[in-house]
């Protein structure tokens, strides 16, 4: 058995536009209706949604079966959890919060075994090697790993040229909602200066070669990032969905319950 290929790396090697859906229930049996939606990719998230390692891997083992490939983001970029990430078979990574070149140099290496990384040697036990099926594991799965560094910080953009001078990851994800905050402009995202760095960042991400990427639920702004350059971008999250969904259905039959005496 050989190393699966990674169908989210190969794209964003061609430059070819994925579109996401953010996975925030924490649960694989939303996540598996989900998967059958469509999208090319689905984050689940580890930062902000109530996730810890055996639900992740309930997820991944949910999703494995349909084509949209799972990304994952843990609560922070460390090497501990990069490392479990990676032994359940997460091949796609979103690191939250990277602020400096070190940051993103420390993370490209928790993705590779020594002698080039730091990753703790441990295929035997791990599914991502399906218990040692899959010949050549620890030589060959860098090449199928994805890696993917967030910037959402006033810093980050400080630094984000020596970020960009890293080699070894695969794109830059902008997060809007907390670079808004970091910008003094909390919960506005859309303000004129917050998008003129988005876009300068965008602009700097493609002309270093990586792959730009961002969240958004506005289709306006989701339009308007595309023309920005983004090349993966999420355009829904389920607990919005299912939140606005459920509240529309019932105000249109509160409005036509008939009135009680």
Sequence with gaps: MKVPSN???AALVDNRVQFGYWLALANPYSA???ATAGFDWLMIDGEHAPNDIPSI???LQAVAAYPSQPVVRPAEGTLANVKQLLDIGAHNLLIPMVETADQAREMVR????????SRGVGAAIARSSRWL???NYDFDVHDQICLLLQIESRTGLENLDRILEIDGYDGIFIGPADLAASLD???NSRHPDVQSEISTAIAKIRQANKAAGILSTE???IQAYLDMGVVFIAVGVDTITLAS???ALANQYRKTAPEQN
């Design 245 to 247: 969904a459920a509240r």
């Design 133 to 135: 099926a899959i010949d």
């Design 32 to 34: 598996e209706v989900c």
């Design 185 to 187: 402009y909390l919960g």
């Design 57 to 59: 891997l309930a997820q």
């Design 7 to 9: 169908p989210l790396k």
């Design 110 to 117: 928790a993705t590779r075994y020594p002698p080039d990384g």
């Design 219 to 221: 289709d306006d702004m």
